[in-house]
């Protein structure tokens, strides 16, 4: 099924308002976008012997290499990862919602890889902090003199019990975060589901995970395609959250609860999915009081998420405390470095700290470490500090979106003070989200965000 439009009024509208906010933004074009701190300035030039290999080319991998690239001359930069694809994750949710083609999320690796870098594209097959070296899947030996760990996450679909990812945009059977095919394929089921009606049901995994907001994105999206599609009434929307909240910042877990209650999405705390029987459209739930079950029509399975094996199988991951069980590179939270191995550093979804699973956390998680890196390669130690920025444009409706910002401490923060309030439903969100995100993406993929 193709993504469909909004009605020709609204586009026509949201066309002249994307053209009135742009203006507006040029008014404060000082302030980078969707970011809650001054960008740190590029260090000069340093010629550097320094030998440093970046295993993963995902948005955290790329945007090192471009930065470290333009920050060093001499130095050897290696970039290792097998995937040729790159895909624009936070695009996967407008996939999923009609908005935008499954093309839209998928470009090529090489595309991002700046000249001077070289990329060995095959897997990482392990990690030697020891012996200060990384292994290729082919069996090659890559020394280093730092390592950037920049892997990613594992999607653990097997670690619920009959989940079958084949099967996605079947039966009922919706989960945006697979791929950019899967996306599509739930758009698909969704869209069929708001034609018909019945239970859609939706939810998140405990633990750790990456855009926390796209589930309940996703909830907010399906209730408005049932609004549209005049069969709301039709439809009993369930959201099963993990724990005894909605989002992991009480203030804005209030806002959504108050939203779900005012659209009459029900909601039930501390259920984790543990198993689903596709064929009968149920899925089971591990709650404080045992197991409950839930019939659905429409089911988005968002998966436990945890660190890759050979993160997991290497001596890198924390070996106490909440990040441990998953596999999270035991890092600094403030400077990104590894506790135990101080060449070492992990940024993006693969870090070990309390927030910073989105590509807007790479935009500032990235530079902090390599000033740290470029401290030890001058013997000029870096006081740049990560103070755990995350952002999220929460779609709340096609049109509108709440554009969330945070620190560590669950600071709201506001990168357009005067222009978006980060707790009100707004289309200059949602044009930032579906318009403007992308291309400053791209931008920070090749280091010049």
Not at 191 to 201: E, I, L, N, T, Y
Request: aromatic share 8%; with cysteine.
């Amino acid at each position: 099924m193709k993504p469909d439009t909004l009605p020709p009024d609204t586009a026509r509208e949201l066309q002249h308002q994307r053209r009135r906010f742009l203006t507006r933004l040029a008014g404060v074009s000082a302030l980078p976008l969707a970011a809650g701190l001054a960008t740190p300035s590029r260090a000069s030039t340093v010629t550097s012997k320094a030998r440093i290999v970046i295993a993963g080319a995902g948005s955290a991998g790329l945007t090192a290499a471009s930065r470290l690239a333009a920050m060093l001359d001499g130095a050897s930069i290696t970039v290792i990862d097998g995937r040729k694809e790159h895909y624009y994750q936070p695009g996967f949710t407008l996939v999923a919602a009609g908005i935008k083609p499954q093309g839209y999320v998928v470009s090529a690796t090489a595309d991002y890889i700046p000249k001077g870098v070289q990329w060995l594209a095959e897997a990482v097959a392990e990690i030697d902090p020891e012996g200060k070296k990384v292994l290729t899947a082919s069996g090659r030996a890559v020394p280093y003199d730092f390592l950037i760990v920049a892997t990613g996450l594992e999607l653990h679909y097997a670690g619920i019990e009959g989940m079958d990812t084949t099967r996605i945009g079947q039966d009922g059977l919706g989960s945006i975060y697979h791929s950019p095919q899967a996306a599509s394929a739930t758009w698909g089921a969704m869209s069929a589901f708001a034609q018909s009606g019945g239970v859609g049901v939706f939810g998140r995994p405990a633990g750790e995970m990456k855009c926390a907001g796209a589930p309940l994105k996703y909830t907010f999206i399906t209730d408005d395609r049932l609004r549209r599609a005049n069969n709301r009434g039709k439809a009993e929307l369930i959201y099963m959250a993990q724990s005894k909240s909605l989002f992991g910042v009480p203030i804005v877990a209030e806002k959504v609860r108050m939203l779900f209650q005012d659209r009459d999405v029900k909601v039930r705390h501390e259920h984790v999915l543990q198993s689903i029987d596709l064929g009968k459209r149920i899925a089971s739930y591990k709650t404080p009081t045992g197991s409950a079950e839930q019939r659905y029509d429409f089911i988005n399975v968002v998966p436990p998420m945890r660190a890759p094996d050979v993160v997991r199988n290497s001596p890198l991951p924390w070996t106490e405390g909440p990040f441990a069980a998953d596999g999270w590179v035991e890092v600094d939270r403030d400077t990104m470095r590894h506790k135990r191995y101080p060449n070492v550093f992990a940024v993006g979804d693969i870090a070990g700290v309390p927030k910073g699973k989105t590509a807007a956390s790479v935009k500032w998680q990235v530079p902090v470490a390599l000033a740290h890196i470029v401290g030890d390669i001058t013997g000029k130690a870096s006081t740049e500090v990560y103070n755990g920025y995350t952002s999220c444009p929460l779609i709340t409706r096609l049109g509108q979106a709440m554009l969330i910002e945070f620190d560590y401490k669950d600071n709201l923060i506001t990168s357009f003070p005067g222009v978006i309030a980060p707790l009100e439903e707004l289309w200059i969100s949602w044009v930032m989200k579906t318009m403007a995100l992308k291309p400053t993406y791209i931008s920070m993929l090749r280091g010049r965000a």
